[in-house]
């Protein structure tokens, strides 16, 4: 890849780490029991971090996601959020320059259903639990005085479970072996958000912190699912990027 100038590298931290923001705040759903919120912005910070690695991976997603906080009117999580947003962008923008070379497909092809399982049925089990029932639902803002409400049922988990464990295992068929190493760097990363996030509610926030793992398992995948056939679009665009 041609060498990237200075200028250049801060410019793409800076729009990367707005996308990342605006990502975050688009779109959200309040979660009572931890105070925090489900977002869209992991989607963000894996792009960012597989297309241009741990440096600018890093600043975006911790950056990007404590200014939603901020701007959301989640301050309490902006600190925990810069650093476990910024560990997880480096981990991502580390791990996926290894470019592991892969002999076995079946073996990648085996991984992802495991993955694809693990993710699924924490997903459908402990959203069931926690998050059947009536919701408060905002769109890039803070719960209003008057929220909108919406129901939930229990089967909804379930079957959100299901099409997590299908949508991950299908990744795992239709893409080449190399980006199975891709979710398994997805998940490495997005393992460091659900834990950091569990050990900070559970010791400083006070709150519910296990209501919270479905929540962060939940923007993970949706994170892996979005982010890995953006990134194969754009290194079958622009090879350069790959190399880098």
């Known amino acids: 890849m ?5 200028t250049i590298q ?19 759903i309040y979660v009572p029991a931890t105070k925090g919120f489900f977002n869209i912005g992991e989607t963000m910070v894996y792009v960012t971090a597989l297309l241009f690695g741990p440096l600018i991976g890093s600043f975006a997603g911790g950056v990007g996601s404590a200014a939603a906080d901020i701007f959301l009117g989640y301050s309490a999580y902006a600190p925990a959020t810069l650093i476990i947003k910024a560990c997880e962008g480096g981990i991502v923008g580390i791990l ?10 079946l073996r990648w092809k085996a991984f992802t259903f495991v993955a694809g399982l693990i993710a699924g049925v924490l997903l459908g089990s402990i959203g069931s639990i ?3 029932g009536t919701v408060a639902l905002s769109l890039g803002i803070p719960p209003p005085e008057d929220p909108t409400f ?21 990744m795992g068929f239709i893409f080449e ?8 760097v997805i998940f490495v990363g997005g393992l460091e958000m659900v834990i950091g996030y ?10 519910a912190a296990i209501a919270e793992i479905p929540i962060n398992i939940g923007q993970m995948t949706v994170g892996l699912i979005v982010s890995i056939p953006i990134v ?13």
Not at 10 to 28: E, G, K, N, P, Q
Not at 155 to 170: D, H, M, P, R
Not at 177 to 184: C, K, Q, S, T, Y
């Open 177 to 184: 072996p190399e980006f199975g190493w891709l979710i398994l």
């Open 10 to 28: 801060l410019a793409i931290t800076a729009v990367f780490t707005s996308l990342v923001c605006v990502a975050t705040m688009v779109f959200s």
């Open 96 to 105: 996926s320059r290894r470019r592991i070379k892969f002999s076995s497909k």
């Open 150 to 170: 919406i129901f939930i049922p229990p089967e909804f988990w379930y079957s959100l479970g299901a099409l997590v464990l299908f949508l991950i295992t299908l």
């Open 2 to 6: 041609p060498r990237i100038t200075s």
């Open 232 to 244: 194969r679009a754009v290194w079958r665009a622009l090879p350069s990027l790959k190399s880098s």
């Open 130 to 132: 926690y998050y059947s």
């Open 198 to 207: 569990f050990l900070y509610q559970q010791f400083f926030m006070g709150v």
